[in-house]
């Protein structure tokens, strides 16, 4: 049972473009909504993350928008790079849980010259 | 700044055999997991750890079997090798305590083929 749906399953992107990927969530329980990036060859690192009482966060060239009525949260990648290319998860922790997250099943983005 | 480290990288398992894949962080992290990565299927819980001598099931333990003795190592055992285990296993700690988000630190990963 998937609890963090995520998509697409792939995307393409031209250099300069904008990368949007969307997750949606079950458990109104979750109360940390990280996203990871991978590159090949390496395990997750975390990107950025946000919490259920922002509606908002940017770090650099990253946004997390986070809708909690709609359970749905999504990770906008502006001015793509190809250095971006790599795969993405969000992923999101229960209230009564350290570390212990549910991953969305990734995204796997390719930034073209 | 070693990390996570974890190995082997790579192993070729026939069916029924076993084997160790060996995890140790140096960050004095009290929280290590073990994740298994299946492609399109994000990453899934095995088990977990949150100190010496404790350890829990997570979303997916069966064929598994972990021990964590110290605050460093965290082995993850699989007792008789099925093709279904076939994966890449990643290895992760993280702190817990006071205001922190507890960020997952995760090793290089292990690609374990089982024929």
């Known amino acids: 049972q998937q609890q963090v749906k995520q998509s697409p399953q792939s995307l393409i992107v031209q250099k300069g473009g904008i990368s949007i990927i969307n997750c949606a969530y079950e458990?109104?329980?979750?109360?940390?909504f990280p996203w990871y990036q991978q590159f090949p060859g390496k395990g997750p690192a975390l990107l950025i993350a946000i919490r259920p009482d922002v509606s908002e966060k940017k770090e650099g060239r990253f946004t997390i928008s986070f809708n909690k009525s709609a359970k749905q949260f999504s990770l906008h990648i502006m001015d793509s790079q190809p250095g971006d290319s790599a795969t993405y998860f969000c992923?999101?922790?229960?209230?009564?849980?350290?570390?212990?997250?549910?991953f969305g099943a990734g995204t796997q983005v390719v930034v073209t010259p | 700044n070693a990390g996570v480290t974890q190995t082997p990288k790579f192993r070729i398992l026939k069916i029924g055999q076993s084997m160790t894949l060996q995890c140790t962080q140096d960050?004095?992290?009290?929280?290590m997991y073990w994740y298994r990565q299946d492609p399109g299927m994000g990453l899934k819980l095995i088990y977990y750890?949150?100190?010496?001598?404790?350890?829990d099931k997570g979303e997916v333990p069966n064929g598994y079997n972990v021990s964590r003795s110290t605050t460093e190592d965290f082995p993850l055992r699989l007792e008789l090798a099925a093709p279904s285990q076939t994966s890449v296993y990643f290895c992760?700690?993280?702190?817990?305590?006071?205001?922190?988000?507890?960020?997952?630190?995760f090793g290089e990963g292990s690609r374990l083929t089982v024929l």
């Open positions: 992760a700690s993280s702190f817990a305590g006071g205001e922190d988000t507890g960020e997952l630190f």
């Open positions: 960050m004095n992290h009290n929280y």
């Open positions: 992923a999101a922790k229960r209230t009564d849980s350290w570390g212990k997250l549910q």
């Open positions: 458990n109104t329980a979750f109360d940390y």
């Open positions: 750890s949150v100190g010496a001598g404790i350890t």
